[in-house]
């Protein structure tokens, strides 16, 4: 029986979860998404890769929440906020995002969100 991994386990975990989970280097450009990205935006990590991961807000995303998630950013430090982003057909939703920095070996090495669908939340 072959055992799994930490890293086969977390592989897992990210690939099977229904939240979203965006990976990025330290320039904050798209590395990895997960199926659920796929399936809730429309995009492919073929379409995403290389991208900004900022890329889904639109004129209708509070540029307040924008400027606050950029500044603990530009820190290294985790962020939780809520988010309106549009989807590639247009679609609007509300996302909760937790941003968290990622280090190896004491080395920045970039980004990692977590990201729940809380449209039917914020819209009742």
């Avoid at 989970?21 to 379409?47: F, H, P, S």
């Avoid at 985790?78 to 590639?88: D, G, I, S, Y």
Wanted: charge should be negative; aromatic fraction near 8%; glycine fraction near 4%.
């Amino acid at each position: 029986m072959h055992r799994l991994t930490d890293t086969e386990r977390i592989a897992l975990v990210a690939e099977n979860t229904d939240n979203m989970v965006v990976i990025t280097d330290t320039n904050r450009k798209i590395v990895w998404v997960n199926q659920a990205y796929t399936i809730m935006t429309g995009y492919t990590l073929e379409d995403v890769a290389g991208q900004a991961a900022g890329f889904l807000q639109f004129n209708k995303t509070d540029q307040n929440t924008v400027d606050e998630i950029r500044e603990k950013l530009d820190k290294h430090l985790p962020v939780e906020k809520e988010l309106l982003n549009r989807a590639k057909d247009g679609r609007e939703y509300w996302v909760k995002l937790n941003i968290s920095p990622v280090y190896r070996e004491d080395r920045f090495v970039g980004f990692i969100s977590v990201e729940r669908d809380i449209t039917e939340e914020k819209t009742c």
